[in-house]
């Protein structure tokens, strides 16, 4: 049984990461219009246990997107400067989307191994149990 304890765990941990990672792109969609905002973005590290791979992965640092902001030119803003600019942030939608997307499909992805392997698990179970 170790196996389906093993394989609920690798799809759980993926459920986390990417939940995870659905929260940040969601927080950067919010704020796309906050002056100053830096893009977060996170990264996925693989667990290892006693020296091995497990195949679970959980959630690197957060990092923020180091790529310049954009400067928006409204000199009626309470932040531009003397030229009529303020820095924007840098949140770029279409690959908020883009991420939103690769991150609900994969979280969807292990949810569906993780209710297989459910299923193998009662099944075997039953079988047992005759």
């Keep these: ?10 799809a759980t941990s993926g459920m986390k990461a990417q939940a995870s990672r659905l929260r940040h792109v969601s927080e950067n969609i919010a704020n796309t219009d906050t002056p100053g905002y830096r893009r977060k973005a ?5 667990l290892v246990t006693q020296g091995r791979t497990t195949g679970a992965v959980e959630t690197g640092p957060l990092r923020l997107d180091q790529t310049e902001l954009k400067r ?12 009529g600019h ?3 942030s840098n949140v770029n939608l279409l690959i908020e989307i ?3 997307r690769e991150a609900q499909r994969s ?21 047992l149990r005759r």
């Design 42 to 46: 996170i990264t996925f590290e693989e």
């Design 107 to 127: 979280y969807e992805a292990n949810l569906k191994m993780f209710d297989q392997v459910r299923q193998m698990s009662s099944a075997l179970n039953d079988l």
């Design 72 to 83: 928006v030119y409204d000199p009626s803003h309470p932040l531009a400067d003397d030229t």
């Design 1 to 10: 049984m170790t196996d389906f304890s093993d394989a609920i765990s690798v």
């Design 86 to 88: 303020y820095n924007g």
């Design 98 to 100: 883009a991420d939103a």
